[in-house]
């Protein structure tokens, strides 16, 4: 089994910043790549960052120049710096991992963005 624990969602007035954490573990056989989507009601899931194996990263074009996705190769954790909030950014964002043996999501973790 493999789990992936989520954390620093919440609630953030617009132009906060947010930062969001994943922690893998258990049966994690090299991981391929790491990201984070995020769902608003009554929309699609979407991709919001990844960054794969050799380092290299994707955002949605909404979140460039905002948003930073890090990796500890160490801890097989992910980050998502996220900074200059607005309520567009509202969703439950879920963490996503890939390895040789398949892919893996976390619970969610919300983030409100109001004031």
């Known amino acids: 089994q493999v789990q992936l624990a989520e954390s620093g969602g919440g609630l953030m007035q617009p132009g906060g910043s947010l930062r969001l954490s994943c922690a893998a573990s258990?049966?994690?056989?090299?991981?391929?790549?790491m990201g984070w989507y995020r769902q608003a009601p009554g929309k699609q899931r979407e991709l919001v960052a990844a960054?794969?194996?050799?380092?290299?990263?994707n955002y949605a074009d909404s979140v460039k120049g905002r948003f930073t996705i890090s990796r500890d190769y160490a801890k097989n954790t992910v980050y998502l710096q996220m900074n200059s909030l607005t309520a567009e950014d509202t969703a439950v964002y879920y963490c996503?991992?890939?390895?040789?043996?398949?892919?893996?999501w976390g619970q969610g973790t919300q983030v409100t963005v109001s004031s």
């Open positions: 996503n991992v890939r390895d040789v043996l398949g892919m893996y």
């Open positions: 258990g049966r994690i056989f090299s991981i391929n790549a």
């Open positions: 960054i794969t194996r050799d380092g290299s990263t």
